[in-house]
């Protein structure tokens, strides 16, 4: 079901959702290795999809830790608001220092992306980066996947710790990256 209305969703917006499928289960767990769960109160995830990380949020954060989940595409912010009905949701990833303020929620521990910078334009890409940066507490995680390194050089701008690793068991193999502020 999930694997449909990407793919639907693909063909109307290819730009925008970035992948013909959503990620694969091993890179769901992949990206949330390594990090201090158990620490966390406040976190949120940027390009949703239809579930596939946040699946592994839940999965890891503690019970009292809020998850702020954002996705543009009304159909799947839908699905995932029906699915995860204790999670908060917004639309757009540019927006989250506001929406932060907005809902009363203090600077986080951990960002988790699934956006497809990629097919965004640099202004774009740096409208996030510095919305991710500004919302995360000194030493809070950024934790991201391109098919590419091409977002280094930027995340080196403004993260002093940026660790990326190749992995493999997702199609098309992708690059973690680690980000810490
Ligand atoms: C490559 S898909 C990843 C989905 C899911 N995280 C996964 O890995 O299977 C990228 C998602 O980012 C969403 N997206 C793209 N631009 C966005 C933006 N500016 N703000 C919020 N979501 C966005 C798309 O609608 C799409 O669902």
Not at 59 to 77: H, I, N, S, W, Y
Not at 117 to 143: H, T
Not at 153 to 158: A, G, K, P, W
């Amino acid at each position: 079901m999930d694997r449909l209305l990407f793919l639907r969703k693909f063909i109307d917006e290819p730009r925008k959702i970035g992948s013909l499928t959503p990620s694969s289960s091993f890179l769901a767990k992949r990206m949330m290795k390594n990090l201090p769960w158990q620490n966390f109160s406040h976190v949120a995830e940027l390009g949703a999809g239809t579930g596939t990380f946040t699946e592994q949020i839940i999965e890891r954060k503690p019970t009292a830790c809020k998850c702020l989940v954002v996705e543009q595409d009304f159909g799947m912010r839908q699905m995932l608001e029906e699915k995860f009905p204790t999670l908060q949701f917004d639309s757009y990833a540019e927006d989250l220092y506001n929406t932060l303020h907005a809902i009363h929620f203090p600077q986080l521990d951990c960002v988790i992306s699934g956006l497809p910078f990629a097919n965004m334009d640099q202004d774009l890409r740096r409208e996030i980066i510095d919305n991710v940066y500004r919302s995360l507490k000194p030493g809070g995680f950024f934790v991201m996947f391109q098919y590419s390194l091409q977002m280094r050089r930027m995340l080196r701008e403004y993260f002093p710790a940026v660790q990326t690793d190749y992995f493999l068991l997702n199609f098309p193999p992708a690059f973690v990256y680690l980000c810490r502020k």
